[in-house]
């Protein structure tokens, strides 16, 4: 496919080809968006450069966390019909005054990077067929079980990326507040009045309260351990991306001392929240003394376990450094403030797997249950697997 730029009557084939540099990046991307692109720019027109760009970001944008990532690739990819050219032709843009690799998002350098096939995988250009899936059925089941400890790098980004879509929907508990609908049993009468006097003074409608439901609060504690450091990147992701929603949530790294990652995870970007979390943690691949952590946790952090309701995620092998006593208290005391702790264990990818190291057979009695997080898989049914714990008295 030849593509030129859109002063020449090409606006088309750029599209495409931006949109696929988007879905490179991770942005969800469909032939039916991309169609939109094409009536939302011959709307707007190509007068204005912003008009195309918030016509275009309105029909191929459907997350907030994709937005900033939207407006770096558009950036550098309508910035100058020359850079457009080379960036079609998936070569790395030479413009002057453009913005360095190295400050550019991990996912928007990913996208404008040139992708060669090794030399086995070429063919001649005449045998060449154009195939736009990321990857086939059978390699994406095998990515599926795969464990992320013997991905590839580029295995490992990939992935990485496909974690960020899985959703984590936690259960839901009735909270103290009402709202008025129709189904609850306790009438609401200021809605009553207040719909009467928009009828005559005729009660058309009998408004009712219902408790509303509010998500779990969420507790994560995450091993930065050597023995963690390929699981414990990939969950964070998946961590930020699934629980963005959630109202409360306190995320720590526990390695040989308690580090906040809440103030990371604030950020909206999950690329932004990694490289905010490497810089806030000073211990990482240092060993694991989760009891000392768990006691700073105690004494510093009491208040963020929010109450009787939390659920507690905690991440890690089990291989632990310090003393089983503390941990055996401070674990107890945890166990006591919070409606479940569950030890989400990379180790259980093992057929007969048994948690004989000392620390892992501490958790293994004072956590209400222990749930597999080795692949996409596990991922997969570990929403599942806690609203079942939930429900059990």
Known sequence: MQ????????????????????????VPMDSARIALAGEAATWVGLARRDDLGAALEAVLV????????????????????????????????????????????PRVREAL??????????????????????????SA?????????????????????????????LP?????????????????????????????????????????????????????????????RLLLAFLHAATRALRRREVFAFGTQLTDLTPAFAQGDTDAMLDAVNARIPDFAGGTRLGESLSSLRTAHARKLM?????????????????????????????????RLLWLNPLLRFDGYAPTARGAAVLHRQAHAMLAVHDLASLEQLAASIAKLIRQP
């Open 3 to 26: 593509l030129g730029d859109a002063r020449h009557g090409k606006l088309a084939d750029n599209l495409v080809g931006f949109s696929r540099a988007l879905r490179r990046a991770g």
């Open 62 to 105: 459907s997350r907030e966390q994709d937005r900033a990532i939207f407006r770096e690739l558009f950036d550098a990819f309508f910035r100058d019909p020359k850079v457009a050219s080379k960036l079609l032709a998936q070569l790395l843009p030479s413009a002057e005054g453009r913005a360095e690799p190295s400050k550019r998002r």
């Open 113 to 138: 990077a040139p992708r060669t096939p090794p030399l086995a995988q070429r063919r001649p250009a005449e045998d060449q067929v154009d195939i736009d899936a990321v990857m086939t059925a059978s």
């Open 141 to 169: 089941q095998r990515l599926r079980h795969a464990d992320f400890n013997a991905l590839g790098i580029a295995e490992y980004r990939l992935v990485e990326r496909l974690a960020r879509d899985i959703p984590l929907p």
């Open 172 to 232: 839901t508990l009735a909270t103290r507040r009402t709202a008025p609908d129709c189904r609850g049993a306790r009438a609401h009468w200021p809605g009553v009045m207040r719909r009467a006097a928009h009828t005559g003074g005729e009660c058309l409608e009998l408004p009712r309260l219902q408790r509303r439901r509010e998500a779990l609060p969420l507790l994560v504690l995450v091993d930065i351990s050597g023995s963690m450091e390929r699981y414990t």
């Open 307 to 339: 109450g009787r309701r939390t659920l507690v995620l905690l991440i890690s092998d089990g291989l632990d450094t310090g003393e089983p006593a503390t941990l055996e208290t401070e674990l107890g005391w945890l166990r006591r403030h919070c409606r």
